[in-house]
């Protein structure tokens, strides 16, 4: 097991490299940019977390307090943009550029140089997005979903909008083909597509669903630039054209993006438990086919979001019995979870409680999911806080807890030094209790009828609305925890053993030194 | 080997490359497609004259007040129903007239897009003939009368006594062709 070979002397590579920042800005390194990715998706949170808590702020009491409403709807608006396009996704792939090619016995990504690329271009479009507070007009305020004619009527900040999401989304692409070659082409000898572990597994589907949606995100934003600014009518009812085709065209790209924000979490969470269940992954194969049915399914259930926007009966039957058929590839995978903890030698570290965290709330979230599917119930619960709380159940305890799972999981391998635990324990607690506050009274706000998107409320919602703004300040205080966590392991952490984890079985963990040298795997280990 | 590898990297790079061009080509194919899926399935046809239907049975025993609406939204234009509301029989033919005004001096291209309400309205409407089907070109102070023709079918549900149809007509860019080419 203790295969460590020679690779210790990796470091004397680096001497030759550029030293202070332009190490960073001319780097082809895959953990070089892992790193970046993370921090910046981790600059980004903080952002789109200061957004959430100017809403929570204004939302603790009725009426207007803190901001106006079209400052307001900025917030809203420029919060969910943030969190998809800045940080979540991001992170993920910046655990990827870090993981791929350790847990695949790669040296590097396959397109060192375009991953480079691909990295550099989201300062600039989380410059254009942020930016966009501050011109004439102030940002995008018409929903982060930019359904016109809100989006073709509004001002300069739409069409910084527009220009970021171009440019996220050619760095998406970059990043999820140099993912898919990676995967494809650089195995290591012996390494199967079929003994490939579960997160790049996950992530190899994952940029399937990336290639396959994101040219569809930069052609109707496309068609929303020319309607503004070229005299077309897309969108343009007046002109011949149907604002209701905007959201078919945005969701066919919308519903497959939220499996793309969650599958690497599945991904995470299978080496997570395993390793701390000292079990191997129970139902290996039926998680691949659960994932890829998944990715399958999630192309044909946009519509599901607009229920409201009219549609025949047979078009609601359709979009309702294939989002709840969703529910099975996805219980397939929570059962195989739960049948790897079985009679497992469990032991609960900060990695494993979040992942069980996870579990738990994801299938809250995954619940509150298959009720929204219901046509009656959806009509009724549309642009409610229901499904706010719905949505933040699977993104924020889905695939942010999952992403704290990881963090914590291979700080070690990225650093050689060992986190707080005593301190990991507490960021994960006081995480799971402020989002349950923070969220979980949001599905009572959404059944009452509290709609989405509105700064001021009727009075019968201010005591759940106080509660879920006190749940909301502490859950982002929680989250500076966490970045102190981080950093003080990064500069001062005790040194972390060459195996941390004694039930980890990946590549990264039996093959390569703690830390993982700067150039890994330049002789590809033999896969057995 | 290494040359192999990157090779075949390359191929991929390309293979990948081709597939999100013809997936960015995709979504404006979506537009054609999405227009000619509504037209198939008869989904959102406001735009297009219905065919006379054979025999449609006038229900005597009920009345139903049609409400006319007209709106122009950004254009000097003054456009009004000649009668403000009707009161028919379901299943009796109907005949409107609107009138347009331009009281600009200039030429003006729109188009008028209908809106019903109850929002089902269109279900059981019957339109034959309306200057919504074609843009309005009008010159400068040019007044015209334009005719609406339409059944209202007697599946209409029971408690629906009062039903609106509503136009709106929007300008038109410079060039466009025909406003409307489903």
Redesign the interface.
């Known amino acids: 097991m203790a295969a460590v070979h020679g690779d210790a002397h990796g470091h004397e590579h680096d001497d030759h490299h550029p030293s202070g920042i332009m190490r960073w800005i001319t780097t082809t390194n895959h953990k070089d940019i892992g790193t970046m990715y993370l921090w910046f998706s981790f600059a980004m949170f903080m952002v789109g977390g200061t957004l959430a808590m100017g809403i929570r702020a204004e939302l603790y009491q009725p009426g207007i307090q803190i901001l106006e409403p079209e400052l307001f709807n900025q917030f809203t608006t420029l919060h969910g943009l943030i969190m998809v396009f800045g940080a979540i996704m991001p992170a993920f792939v910046g655990f990827a550029n870090w993981q791929v090619p350790m847990m695949i016995g790669a040296p590097d990504m396959?397109?060192a140089r375009m991953n480079n690329w691909s990295f550099w271009l989201l300062p600039v479009a989380a410059t254009l997005l942020v930016g966009s507070f501050f011109v004439p007009g102030g940002a995008a305020a018409g929903g982060w979903t930019f359904y016109p004619p809100l989006s073709t009527q509004g001002g300069l900040g739409v069409d910084l909008m527009i220009f970021s999401v171009h440019i996220l989304g050619a760095s998406s692409?970059m990043g999820s083909?140099n993912i898919?070659?990676t995967i494809?082409?650089?195995r290591a000898p012996g390494m199967t597509l079929m003994k490939m572990p579960m997160f790049v597994w996950t992530w190899l589907i994952t940029a399937y669903l990336l290639?396959?949606?994101?040219?569809?995100?930069?052609?109707?934003v496309t068609?929303l630039l020319t309607d503004r600014h070229f005299?077309t009518?897309?969108f343009?009812?007046?002109?011949?054209g149907?604002p209701?085709?905007f959201q078919?065209?945005f969701w066919?790209f919308g519903h497959p993006e939220v499996y793309i924000m969650i599958l690497p979490s599945f991904g995470i969470v299978s080496e997570v438990i395993p390793t701390f269940s000292r079990k191997p992954l129970f139902g290996y194969s039926s998680m691949v086919y659960a994932t890829a049915s998944i990715a399958i399914l999630s192309c044909v259930v946009w519509a599901h979001h607009m229920f409201t926007a009219?549609m025949?009966t047979v078009g609601q039957l359709f979009f309702m019995y294939a989002t709840m058929l969703i529910a099975v590839p996805t219980a397939v995978k929570v059962f195989n979870w739960t049948a790897t903890m079985w009679r497992g030698s469990m032991s609960f570290e900060t990695p494993m409680l979040f992942s069980i965290g996870f579990i738990f709330l994801f299938v809250i979230g995954g619940f509150s999911g298959v009720i929204c599917a219901i046509v009656p119930i959806d009509i009724q619960v549309q642009d409610t806080y229901y499904v706010i709380a719905h949505f933040h159940y699977v993104l924020v305890s889905g695939s942010l807890f999952a992403l704290f799972a990881g963090a914590y999981y291979w700080i070690p391998k990225w650093t050689g030094r060992m986190y707080n635990e005593t301190l990991g324990k507490w960021h994960f607690w006081l995480s799971m209790f402020f989002f349950n506050l923070t969220f979980f009274v949001q599905h009572f706000l959404g059944l009452a009828g509290m709609p989405r998107r509105i700064p001021d409320y009727n009075l019968q919602f201010a005591d759940f609305n106080m509660i879920s703004s006190l749940g909301a300040f502490g859950f982002g205080l929680t989250q500076l925890l966490f970045l102190y966590i981080m950093i003080s392991c990064i500069r001062s952490g005790d040194k972390a053993p060459q195996k941390p984890w004694d039930g980890a079985t990946t590549l990264e963990w039996t093959h390569l030194p703690t830390p993982a040298p700067y150039h890994s795997f330049e002789k590809p280990p033999i896969v057995k | 080997m290494v040359g192999n590898k990157t090779f075949a990297n390359v191929m991929m790079l390309k293979k990948l490359l081709v597939f999100t061009l013809i997936m960015f080509a995709f979504g404006f194919a979506l537009v054609p497609f999405y227009e000619k899926f509504c037209e198939v399935t008869g989904i959102n046809n406001l735009l297009q004259p219905d065919v006379q239907a054979k025999e449609i049975r006038v229900d005597e025993n009920r009345w139903i007040t049609v409400e006319f609406d007209a709106n122009s939204r950004g254009l000097p234009w003054q456009f009004k129903p000649l009668q403000n509301n009707a009161r028919i029989h379901p299943g009796e033919p109907v005949n409107v007239i609107y009138e347009i005004t331009n009281n600009s001096d200039r030429e003006i291209n729109a188009q008028a897009i209908p809106s019903y309400s109850p929002r089902f309205l269109d279900k059981y409407l019957k339109k034959f003939e309306c200057f919504c089907f074609t843009k309005q070109v009008l010159k400068p102070n040019e007044t015209r009368q334009m005719p609406v023709q339409f059944v209202i079918e007697p599946g209409l549900p029971e408690d629906i006594h009062t039903v609106t149809i509503s136009y709106t007509f929007f300008e038109l860019p410079d060039g466009t062709a025909a406003a409307v080419k489903r």
């Open positions: 396959a397109f692409i083909i898919i070659t494809l082409n650089m290639v396959l949606v994101m040219p569809v995100l930069a052609g109707v068609m005299g009518s897309f343009n009812a007046a002109g011949g149907d209701v085709m078919h065209i066919f009219g025949p």
